[in-house]
């Protein structure tokens, strides 16, 4: 079992930066793969980004690519996504999940575990 916390969110000009935290409990962090997704008012949720148990291999969205970068730390039990060069269109929801298969995924219905959520507001 796996909980996830989400921190980092908020309100930020276009061309800013923001940096999420995914914070999780449990034993076995290191087994997992971690994802980042987003939900934007009226769209379905998208990947955004993901990272390997061990971090060695990682995946992101054509959207974010070159802006966007997942990373871990297994001693600490965090998964962070850092955002730069932002986008009113970056504005959503983002959650973190874990996939019991350490291996990274895109579709959401491979992820087990969800945070709740953190706002990021780009503004024009």
């Known amino acids: 079992q796996v909980q996830l916390v989400e921190s980092g969110g908020g309100l930020v000009q276009a061309g800013g930066s923001l940096r999420l935290s995914c914070a999780a409990s449990?034993?076995?962090?290191?087994?997992?793969?971690m994802g980042w997704f987003r939900q934007a008012p009226g769209k379905e949720r998208e990947f955004v980004a993901g990272i390997s148990r061990s971090g060695g291999t990682t995946d992101y969205a054509n959207s974010v690519k070159g802006r966007f970068t997942i990373s871990r730390d297994n001693d600490k039990k965090l998964a962070d996504l850092q955002m730069n060069s932002l986008k009113p269109e970056d504005t959503a929801v983002y959650y973190c999940?874990?996939?019991?298969?350490?291996?990274?995924?895109?579709?959401?219905?491979?992820?087990?575990?969800w945070g709740q959520g953190t706002q990021v507001t780009v503004s024009s």
């Open positions: 449990g034993r076995t962090f290191n087994n997992y793969a």
């Open positions: 999940a874990a996939r019991s298969s350490g291996l990274v995924a895109r579709g959401q219905y491979a992820y087990n575990y």
